[in-house]
Structures are given as C-alpha cells and as structure tokens.
C-alpha cells in the first residue's frame, strides 16, 4: 500500500507560483510513475505532469509546458509540482497519483485510470 498526502494549495493572482508536495509513504518502486492531476468543478480529471520515481524522466500537458515543472526527492520521499506564471484556468482540485505498474521506458500514464493509488486533493484558486 502507498499512502500519498498533498500540501501547498491556496490562492494566488493570476501571474503567481504556488508549489504542491506529495509526501510519499508505504512501499514504492523504481517502477513507479508519480503523477499530478487537476479538477475543475464540472469537469473531468485531467493529467498535469508526471515523472519516474527513479527519477528523470519527466512528461506534461501542453496546457502547464514551460510553466509547471514536476521533481521528486528520493530522500525525503516527495515530489513536488512548481506552478509558475499561473492562469485563472488553473483553478482546481490537484491530486498526486501513483501508478505501481511498470510503464516502460518510453510510455507516460496519463489516463486516471491508470493510477492506483490517489491523495486526498489540494485546492488550487488563481484570481484574474
């Protein structure tokens, strides 16, 4: 089992950063691939960015690419989103996710489906 509790939400003007942590407990792997999502009110969850657990490999949505940028520190056990230049449109509900399956090299999960494991949700509010 893996437990994963988000912090660093709040409200922030439009133009902004805000930076989330996923603290990470339980038993993880090289293998896993840590995720971010968002969601709005009335909308579907939709990816963010991801990264390997062992570190490296990194993808994003096109909608945060060059604004948003995703790290994990294996000592401390988190990762960490970095939200720069935010928009109004970034307002939402983020959750850090956790897929326990091997992805291989080159395949990025991107679907929530495709995570197994979910934090509890940190509200994000950027006023224009």
């Known amino acids: 089992q893996v437990q994963l509790v988000e912090s660093g939400g709040g409200l922030v003007q439009a133009g902004g950063s805000l930076r989330l942590s996923c603290e990470v407990s339980?038993?993880?792997?090289?293998?896993?691939?840590m995720g971010w999502f968002r969601q709005a009110p009335g909308k579907e969850r939709e990816f963010v960015a991801a990264?390997?657990?062992?570190?490296?490999?990194?993808n994003f949505a096109d909608s945060v690419k060059g604004r948003f940028t995703i790290s994990r520190d294996g000592a401390k056990n988190t990762v960490a989103l970095q939200m720069n230049a935010l928009k109004p449109e970034d307002t939402a509900v983020y959750y850090c996710?956790?897929?326990?399956?091997?992805?291989?090299?080159?395949?990025?999960?991107?679907?929530?489906?495709?995570?197994?494991?979910w934090g509890q949700g940190t509200q994000v509010a950027v006023s224009s």
């Open positions: 339980g038993r993880t792997s090289k293998y896993y691939t």
């Open positions: 990264i390997r657990w062992s570190g490296g490999s990194t």
């Open positions: 996710a956790a897929d326990s399956s091997f992805s291989g090299t080159y395949y990025f999960p991107t679907h929530p489906s495709e995570y197994d494991y």
